[in-house]
């Protein structure tokens, strides 16, 4: 094979030829075969190069643009094809030596650039093909984000979404077409969001404003923002227990004994590389997990229904495993040769018996023996008084 990348990843705005470098023109005049959405292909003048629309869904056009290799093939893709763009989905398929990008302005750039916001302050996500909940995280008062959107009826939902977590008073600037002809802008409520005209391609420009419930950076997030049957860890002990588990980026969790999976959820919310697994025995519980991770906009949780240790056979390796309920001596056994060097484990116990038991582990493995008594302050008849929890006592090492 030549030297010479077969495929040319060229980003393209919607100013067309106007708006490509010179390198990005040349590819284009050499190119035995153009591929890209129809929109990009209507853009372009006269070209000597066949022309092949990408298909929908998007994996789809994998298989096509592959079976051209060999060929000179520009790809067009939106402004910066490796800013929420497909080239990265492409690349993974590549050797480095068969292709190159020529990107363009992103819909991010060309969004800052026209409302003046710092794009280096600023939260950026692609929602065309992702949940809404990914920006619950970043509703604040002053929060500015930007976000491309799927199309038009997709920034009606974003506006109603939005209103119903309690910042209708949410500024939406909607751009449409950046940098090209039929380039507008428009700014609504999203309380009153009104506009039934939206046309793709489409990105959104918010300025948070709104009542709404904020949640906290700190871990230990507020009980009330997990759907739960009574089974979590309450807010003080999981601040405790994800202290203790210690979060690092790029690291897997099993979190036995999901119950409302606040464990596993704060976890993940620690960085956006994190993953974990959560085993709950009890589907019902299971679908809470995923319904209270789906809210928080979490990704890379995997729930497993069924009974620990069964069901850890097979599990990625974990860097650090929670044990929240159901302790036993074959529990921690299994655990304990599942755990690589250096990876940590954090148990709480509840019971005489399970405290007994973490105390045999802790004299034989090491660690930390922490016994955690907490009392709240209670009405007393006309006056007040401590109402005290059940003691939990917690068992953190690292092998």
Request: charged fraction near 15%; glycine fraction near 10%.
């Amino acid at each position: 094979m030549s030297e010479t990348p077969w495929l040319t990843i060229v980003g393209l705005g919607e100013d067309g030829p106007d708006g490509l470098s010179p390198a990005s023109l040349e590819a284009l005049a050499q190119a035995d075969i153009i591929m890209g959405a129809s929109r990009h292909l209507n853009l372009l003048p006269d070209l000597t190069g066949s022309k092949i629309t990408w298909p929908v869904p998007f994996a789809d056009g994998l298989p096509i643009l592959l079976s051209h290799r060999g060929s000179q093939v520009v790809m067009l893709a939106s402004g910066n094809p490796f800013w929420f763009g497909g080239g990265s989905v492409i690349t993974r398929y590549l050797k480095p030596k068969e292709w190159r990008a020529l990107p363009a302005p992103s819909a991010m750039s060309l969004a800052a650039a026209a409302l003046g916001w710092p794009l280096e302050r600023t939260q950026c996500f692609g929602l065309h093909a992702n949940p809404f909940a990914q920006l619950r995280p970043h509703l604040f008062p002053t929060s500015q984000i930007l976000a491309t959107m799927r199309d038009g009826a997709a920034v009606a939902d974003l506006a109603t979404w939005l209103a119903a977590k309690g910042f209708g008073a949410t500024q939406i600037h909607v751009m449409e077409a950046l940098g090209g002809l039929r380039q507008r802008i428009r700014k609504v409520s999203a309380e009153c969001f009104n506009l039934s005209d939206v046309a793709h391609p489409v990105c959104v420009g918010l300025e948070i404003v709104g009542t709404g419930s904020i949640v906290p950076l700190a871990s230990g997030r507020p009980d009330n923002l997990f759907q739960n049957d009574g089974q979590i860890t309450k807010r003080p002990i999981r601040a405790l227990t994800l202290s203790a588990l210690a979060p690092c980026p790029g690291e897997h969790l099993w979190d036995i004994g999901g119950g409302s999976g606040s464990i596993a959820i704060e976890w993940l919310m620690a960085h956006p590389t994190c993953i974990a697994t959560t085993i709950e025995i009890k589907p019902e519980r299971a679908a809470q997990i995923c319904e209270n991770a789906a809210q928080f906009g979490v990704e890379r949780l995997q729930v497993v229904i069924g009974s620990a240790p069964t069901v850890l056979e097979g599990l990625d390796v974990p860097n650090a495993v929670f044990i929240g309920g159901g302790i036993s001596h074959e529990l921690l056994k299994t655990v304990w040769n599942a755990l690589p060097s250096d990876a940590r484990l954090v148990a709480n116990a509840v019971t005489l018996e399970s405290e007994a038991l973490l105390s045999q582990w802790h004299h034989s493995k090491g660690g930390e023996l922490l016994r955690i008594e907490l009392a709240n302050a209670q009405p007393l008849g006309r006056k007040r008084g401590w109402s005290s929890t059940f003691p939990i006592v917690q068992w953190s090492v690292s092998k």
